[in-house]
Structures are given as structure tokens and as C-alpha cells.
């Protein structure tokens, strides 16, 4: 489990030792001229009431961890790690935790003007800037950016480029709601929520172990058939492609901040040959782990030498 999992859980055990209500906490990781940047651990769980809340600006929230339930005026959608939380300015919205306990997210807000300066730049007219659904699904478009973001999250003396990052996942995201315009929302029942909740969370916790469809479908008591129809309608994509951007996001915030074996971290990932390992990484990525690696290494280093001469 990832480091941005594992600070999740130990928020949720401390909350769980001392009997607490769920809470969510906020940290500013940067902000900039129209775009912020907040680290949103939230712990609440299935015995805290949701609430309404307002999107004050354009939001693009990174699920890194946990899952949820959103609603918003667009429907109703069930939020995985890897997915996006998509929220118009001025909207109401609720987030809840039926099936499932606290979430983390790297949520990127942008000024209504600021965004549409974005699309404008990048081809796209004002009345594409309404998201028309409350979520995006883990896509490969998105993956190189939710790791950058994730390891930034975590480092706190990453030298993230956050200004390129905001305006990067905007474009990106606007490419891809567009995309997926003609999307038909499928009403889905709590049934198939919960049990997908408890899939993606087995999977999220354990991306080295060798989940297939048909263990997957059995433990939630499900055909194959019907796990595979259940799991696509409820998160945006099968069962594999989850698996494998699980297993890559877990081997890129791992090879981020360890100096451990690329081979050992492919094995320990749950790919069986480090060859396969590296061409999907270099496809989900568009690098090789070692020159992802590198390019991590580096930023790290600048951080400190930026770092030593502060202190100096």
C-alpha cells in the first residue's frame, strides 16, 4: 500500500481508537494566480450523516485513495482511486461514505475565469467548461498526472511543478469530458455499489496479489458475467484496467521514493516478468521507470540543494 493509503488508514485507526466523528482535513499544497491545490484527507465513514456543500470554484479532485459516493447535480457516481471528482462553480453537492470508510484526494481548484481562459487556450469554447458528469473514470490520460500529483502530496519537500500540473490536468480533462459527452449515465443499485466498493478496495490494498475476474466476481458473489457488467457500469472501466493502473500507480509512488530494485519493485507489484512490466509502464506513462525514476531523483535533489540554500 501506497504511502498516501497508509497515512489514510492511520487517520482512520486514530479516529477509530479515540471514538471520534469522521472529519475532513485540509492542507494547502500550492496556489497560484486563479488555482489552488488542497491535500483532502477525509475520515468519515458510514455512521456520519452526509451534508450539502457548495463548489466555490471549478473543481478536479485526484481520488488517491479510499472510495465514496458523490452526489451532485450531474448524478450520482461512485469515486475510486484513480478517478476524478469533476465539480461546476456554485453547484451543491454531497459526498458520502456508505459502503466504506474515509478517502483521500488531491483536489485542484481553479477560478471560473481562469479555467475558461484554459479552454480557451486550448481550443474549447465557454460552454464546454460545464462538466456535464460528476466523474471521470481511471484512464490512462490521466495516469501520469495523478502520480505526479500523489508524489507530490507526499513529499513534502517535492518541487512539484503544481502551476503546470493544474493547467495540464484542466486541459487534459476538458479533452477527455468531451470525449465522453455522448456517455449515457446507467442507474445502478446500492447492491452493486457496495460490492463494487469492497472490490476496488481489495484490490487498492493488495495490487500485488492475483486478482482475475473470477476471484474477484466470487468474493462478491457474483457471476462473471454480472461482476464484469456490474464493475464497468460502476467505476467506468473492467475489472483488468483497474488492476493494472493499481498495480502501476502503486510501482510509480514506489519507485518515486525508494531506492529498492526496479525488477524487485515489478515482482513486488504483481507483474511476473519485469519485461512486461516496463512496456506497460512505458505505455501508461509514456516513460520508462528508470527515466521516471531519474526525473523524480532529480526534482528530489533540487529540492534539497533549494532547501540548503535557504538554510545557508
Given at each position: ?14 479516529r ?8 475532513t ?83 485542484f ?86 460490492r ?12 500485488d ?32 484496467q ?71
Amino acid at each position: 500500500m501506497g504511502k498516501i493509503a497508509v497515512d489514510l488508514e492511520a487517520a482512520l485507526a486514530r479516529r477509530d481508537r479515540l471514538g471520534a466523528s469522521g472529519n475532513t482535513q485540509m492542507r494547502a499544497l500550492a496556489a497560484g494566480d486563479g488555482w489552488s491545490v488542497m491535500d483532502v484527507l477525509c475520515t468519515f465513514g458510514p455512521r456520519d450523516r452526509p451534508f450539502e456543500e457548495r463548489h466555490a470554484g471549478v473543481c478536479i479532485a485526484i481520488v488517491a485513495a479510499g472510495a465514496f459516493g458523490y452526489r451532485s447535480a450531474a448524478g450520482r457516481e461512485l469515486l475510486t482511486p484513480g478517478s476524478l471528482l469533476l465539480g461546476n462553480a456554485g453547484e451543491c453537492f454531497e459526498c458520502g461514505h456508505r459502503h466504506a470508510p474515509g478517502d483521500r484526494c488531491v483536489s485542484f481548484q481553479y477560478q471560473p475565469a481562469y479555467f475558461e481562459r484554459i479552454a480557451a487556450d486550448a481550443g474549447f469554447s465557454r460552454s464546454d467548461t460545464s462538466f456535464r458528469h460528476g466523474r471521470m473514470p481511471p484512464l490512462r490520460a490521466f495516469s501520469g498526472l495523478i502520480a505526479r500529483a500523489c508524489a507530490g502530496a507526499t513529499d513534502r519537500a517535492s518541487c512539484t511543478a503544481w502551476d503546470e500540473l493544474a493547467v495540464e490536468l484542466a486541459g487534459a480533462t476538458l479533452r477527455a469530458t468531451q470525449a465522453d459527452a455522448k456517455r449515457r449515465a446507467i442507474a445502478t443499485s446500492a447492491s452493486a455499489w457496495s460490492r463494487v466498493t469492497q472490490a476496488v478496495r481489495l484490490i487498492d490494498e493488495t495490487p500485488d496479489a492475483p486478482h482475475t475476474l473470477s476471484s474477484l466476481a466470487q468474493m462478491c458473489e457474483l457471476s462473471d458475467f454480472y461482476f464484469l457488467r456490474t464493475f464497468g457500469r460502476v467505476t467506468g472501466v473492467t475489472p483488468h484496467q483497474y488492476v493494472l493502473r493499481a498495480r502501476l500507480r502503486h510501482a510509480a509512488l514506489r519507485l518515486a521514493d525508494e531506492d529498492t530494485k526496479i525488477v524487485d519493485i515489478a515482482l513486488d507489484s504483481g507483474f511476473n516478468d519485469v519485461s512486461n512490466f516496463n512496456h506497460a509502464f512505458r505505455v501508461e506513462f509514456g516513460m520508462s521507470p528508470r527515466a521516471w525514476r531519474m526525473q523524480r531523483g532529480a526534482c528530489a535533489n533540487l529540492a534539497v540543494r533549494r532547501h540548503t540554500v535557504r538554510e545557508a
